[in-house]
Nanobody, 124 residues
Framework: QVQVVESGGGLVQAGDSLRLSCAASGRTFSPSAKGWFRQVPGREREFVAA????????AYADSVKGRFTISRDVTKNTVYLQMNSLKPEDTALYYC?????????????????WGQGTQVTVSS
């Protein structure tokens, strides 16, 4: 059993930066990709960013391109999301997810393991 755990969320002001981290405990393995999603109450979960675990290719939602950067540390089996120039509309519960077969998934149904989420709140 794999437990995916996010950390790094918090309350910041518009224009500030945060870095989210995602690690795993339990029975771990190398995934095909890891990704970040976010969700606000009453809305569907939306894709934020993904990274292919072997080659490092990345994908981003248009809303975060140029502001967010996803990266990985394969030695620690950890993925990061550096969020710069944060906006109030970035406020959400951010989820980390692991995929085990698809190289660079951008849909939540393509992921196999999920964390509980970490809250990011950006005040104006």
């Amino acid at each position: 059993q794999v437990q995916v755990v996010e950390s790094g969320g918090g309350l910041v002001q518009a224009g500030d930066s945060l870095r989210l981290s995602c690690a795993a405990s339990g029975r771990t393995f190398s995934p095909s990709a890891k990704g970040w999603f976010r969700q606000v109450p009453g809305r569907e979960r939306e894709f934020v960013a993904a990274i292919n675990w072997r080659g490092g290719r990345t994908a981003y939602a248009d809303s975060v391109k140029g502001r967010f950067t996803i990266s990985r540390d394969v030695t620690k089996n950890t993925v990061y999301l550096q969020m710069n120039s944060l906006k109030p509309e970035d406020t959400a519960l951010y989820y980390c997810a692991w995929a085990i077969t698809i190289d660079l998934p951008t849909a939540d149904k393509e992921y196999n393991y999920w964390g509980q989420g970490t809250q990011v709140t950006v005040s104006s």
